[in-house]
């Protein structure tokens, strides 16, 4: 990435403004010997602002950046000689959105590590497979997780909330440093069709990534930021990076309940909330406050942003909806701001500075403008593989998504949807997200699904199913005409189905397994 418009960002930005001399050299010197991993953050950040408050959870607890680092130091300590971790071994981390997250993530990377990130989500079948495959040597989870911890092998260290208190209260003096090996941050994919997958998340060698985001995204320095995403998910953590990155204040709650997240926002007076589109979808469900909080950036991402959701939301809190699209494998793609959802609320957008992006056909050709194909994706992010060893498919450089989408003679990204949902309908490709993004436009409709189900004369059909909004009635037969008017005949669904929420992950994907088990 070109200097100048490295530095032209974090000029913009607010990072390079200049500050006390020995803090400003104390906030190099860490970044030089800790790397640019999430301690290494932390750490530069303490250096600069050690006053500042860092995180804010929901009983009102604050800790600053310094107070943060120093427990984070204790547990990395207390891990290292109560509990034998070491370089190379793994710490798993089963917690929701609070600082406890963040120290043990912190602590591990500390020691040489790896962090892996699990998903709140899991069962206890689930838990103990990951346990096994990912060689867990540790488990710090929330108390609410013990029910779940049963079948894991009893050399597996497990550490609760208290107990990661006492380790904290009864760490030793001792010095720490750089550990020869650097820790890794292993992101558990969704899992919405089988069991995770570990993904090792590479560290950042730079300012790079941070301005790849934040040209796009207007954040600045010392922002006030809620993070509702889970930040055990790619777009959470990433979110917990920039924000450490500019020493931000970070407000964290539990569990994301919307009267709640809103009355936070307008409390902490927050300039920023990341968030996954159900979570927007949900904020709109309950009255605005009044006065409305001061938001100048709404960044969601982690799945499909529904159709008229953006111009929705931002007719009422105002233009600050931008929508990064990306996933596990290849963190980030594109990004759409608020003109590029106003202009075409479906849109992915565009690629930031340093990204490349190519629609390709099973050929590994580039496919003409408008013409849907298989998305690839090149940047200095690109995860590192997954730990059992499988790879992604590669070309000249890029990594296959798994999705397939389109550019338009503007230069806008449309994702249509995973290749292994698109469905076949008497010979015809159909994508489920066409579908999906016409049906949300009903005015009665809260969200839609929609999945291929067997069909004996067209292989598969669509079967829809929609969530209304409290007091609404739909008929089945109205849908499919509202449909008909539209869409080709094959993007009809052949069953309506009315439920009252649609099945999901911790992180608002629609779980479609779950759907299809309405058909037996």
Same mark, same amino acid.
């Given at each position: 990435?070109?200097?100048?418009?490295?530095?032209?960002?974090? *000029?913009?930005?607010?990072?390079? *403004?200049?500050?006390? &001399?020995?803090?400003?050299?104390?906030?190099?010197?860490?970044l030089r010997?800790?790397?640019?991993?999430?301690?290494?953050?932390?750490?530069?950040?303490?250096?600069r602002?050690?006053?500042?408050?860092?995180?804010?959870?929901?009983?009102?607890?604050?800790?600053? $950046?310094?107070?943060?680092?120093d427990?984070?130091?204790?547990?990395?300590?207390?891990?290292?000689?109560?509990?034998?971790?070491?370089?190379?071994?793994?710490?798993?981390?089963?917690?929701? #959105?609070?600082?406890?997250? =963040?120290?043990?993530?912190?602590?591990?990377?500390?020691?040489?590590?790896?962090?892996?990130?699990?998903?709140?989500?899991?069962?206890?079948?689930?838990?103990?497979?990951?346990?096994?495959?990912?060689?867990? !040597?540790?488990?710090?989870?929330?108390d609410?997780?013990?029910?779940?911890?049963?079948?894991?092998?009893?050399?597996?260290?497990?550490?609760?909330?208290?107990?990661?208190?006492?380790?904290?209260?009864?760490?030793?003096?001792?010095?720490?440093?750089p550990?020869?090996?650097?820790g890794?941050?292993i992101?558990?994919?969704?899992g919405?069709?089988?069991?995770?997958?570990?993904?090792?998340?590479p560290?950042?060698?730079?300012f790079?990534?941070?301005?790849?985001?934040?040209?796009?995204? &207007?954040?600045?320095?010392r922002?006030?930021?809620?993070?509702?995403?889970?930040?055990?998910?790619?777009?959470? $953590?990433?979110?917990?990076?920039?924000?450490?990155?500019?020493?931000?204040t970070?407000?964290?709650? !539990?569990?994301?309940?919307?009267?709640?997240?809103?009355?936070?926002?307008?409390?902490?007076q927050?300039?920023?909330?990341?968030?996954?589109?159900?979570?927007?979808?949900?904020?709109?469900?309950?009255?605005?406050?009044?006065?409305?909080?001061?938001?100048?950036?709404?960044?969601?991402?982690?799945?499909?942003?529904?159709?008229?959701?953006?111009? !929705?939301?931002?007719?009422? $809190?105002?233009?600050?909806?931008? +929508?990064?699209?990306?996933?596990?494998?290849?963190?980030?793609?594109? =990004?759409?701001?608020?003109?590029?959802?106003?202009?075409?609320?479906?849109?992915?957008?565009? &690629?930031?500075?340093g990204? !490349?992006l190519?629609?390709?056909?099973?050929?590994?050709?580039?496919?003409?403008?408008?013409?849907?194909?298989?998305?690839?994706?090149? #940047?200095?992010?690109?995860?590192?593989?997954?730990?059992?060893?499988? @790879?992604?498919e590669?070309?000249?450089?890029?990594?296959? *998504?798994?999705?397939l989408?389109? =550019? #338009?003679?503007?230069g806008?990204?449309?994702?249509?949807g @995973?290749?292994?949902?698109?469905?076949?309908?008497?010979?015809? #490709?159909?994508?489920?997200?066409?579908?999906?993004?016409?049906?949300?436009?009903?005015?009665?409709?809260?969200?839609? %699904?929609?999945i291929?189900?067997?069909?004996?004369?067209?292989?598969?059909?669509?079967?829809?199913?929609?969530?209304?909004?409290?007091?609404?009635?739909?008929?089945?037969? %109205?849908?499919?005409?509202?449909?008909?008017?539209?869409?080709?005949?094959?993007?009809?669904?052949r069953?309506?189905?009315?439920?009252? $929420?649609?099945?999901? +992950?911790?992180?608002g994907?629609?779980?479609?397994?779950?759907?299809?088990?309405?058909?037996?």
């Amino acid at each position: 990435m070109d200097l100048p418009f490295v530095v032209a960002t974090l *000029t913009r930005r607010g990072l390079l *403004t200049p500050g006390r &001399p020995i803090r400003v050299a104390s906030q190099l010197q860490a970044l030089r010997k800790w790397g640019w991993s999430l301690a290494g953050e932390l750490r530069q950040a303490a250096a600069r602002d050690p006053g500042r408050v860092a995180v804010i959870d929901e009983q009102g607890a604050e800790l600053t $950046y310094q107070q943060l680092l120093d427990r984070a130091e204790r547990l990395a300590r207390a891990m290292r000689t109560g509990l034998g971790v070491q370089a190379g071994d793994r710490v798993g981390v089963l917690c929701r #959105n609070h600082h406890g997250l =963040i120290e043990a993530v912190v602590a591990a990377t500390v020691l040489g590590a790896d962090a892996v990130l699990v998903n709140s989500g899991l069962s206890a079948a689930q838990l103990a497979t990951v346990t096994e495959e990912q060689r867990l !040597r540790v488990l710090v989870h929330d108390d609410e997780f013990a029910d779940r911890l049963l079948g894991l092998p009893a050399e597996v260290h497990r550490v609760d909330e208290r107990g990661l208190e006492e380790l904290i209260a009864g760490a030793l003096p001792g010095d720490l440093q750089p550990p020869e090996r650097d820790g890794r941050t292993i992101v558990l994919t969704s899992g919405t069709t089988g069991a995770p997958k570990g993904a090792r998340r590479p560290t950042p060698h730079g300012f790079g990534p941070l301005v790849s985001i934040i040209d796009r995204i &207007p954040l600045h320095t010392r922002d006030t930021v809620l993070i509702a995403a889970p930040l055990f998910h790619t777009w959470g $953590y990433a979110a917990l990076q920039v924000a450490f990155a500019l020493r931000a204040t970070i407000v964290l709650h !539990r569990r994301f309940e919307p009267a709640a997240t809103l009355a936070a926002l307008v409390a902490h007076q927050c300039q920023a909330l990341f968030a996954v589109p159900v979570m927007v979808q949900r904020l709109l469900d309950v009255p605005p406050p009044d006065p409305r909080p001061p938001l100048k950036v709404v960044a969601v991402s982690g799945s499909a942003l529904p159709g008229g959701l953006a111009p !929705r939301f931002m007719d009422v $809190y105002g233009d600050v909806v931008y +929508n990064l699209y990306g996933s596990t494998e290849v963190s980030w793609a594109s =990004i759409a701001g608020p003109a590029d959802l106003r202009e075409a609320p479906t849109t992915a957008g565009r &690629p930031p500075h340093g990204t !490349r992006l190519e629609i390709l056909d099973d050929d590994g050709q580039p496919v003409p403008d408008g013409r849907v194909g298989r998305i690839f994706v090149g #940047n200095e992010m690109l995860f590192e593989g997954y730990t059992s060893g499988a @790879r992604r498919e590669t070309h000249d450089g890029l990594l296959d *998504t798994g999705d397939l989408g389109r =550019i #338009n003679a503007d230069g806008l990204l449309f994702v249509d949807g @995973r290749a292994d949902d698109m469905i076949v309908s008497g010979g015809e #490709n159909v994508f489920p997200s066409e579908v999906e993004d016409l049906l949300a436009r009903l005015p009665q409709v809260r969200e839609a %699904a929609v999945i291929g189900v067997p069909d004996p004369e067209y292989g598969q059909r669509l079967a829809a199913f929609l969530g209304l909004h409290p007091g609404e009635v739909l008929d089945p037969e %109205a849908v499919r005409e509202y449909v008909r008017h539209y869409l080709a005949r094959f993007s009809v669904p052949r069953d309506v189905i009315f439920v009252k $929420y649609l099945p999901r +992950n911790a992180t608002g994907k629609v779980l479609s397994r779950e759907l299809r088990r309405y058909y037996g």
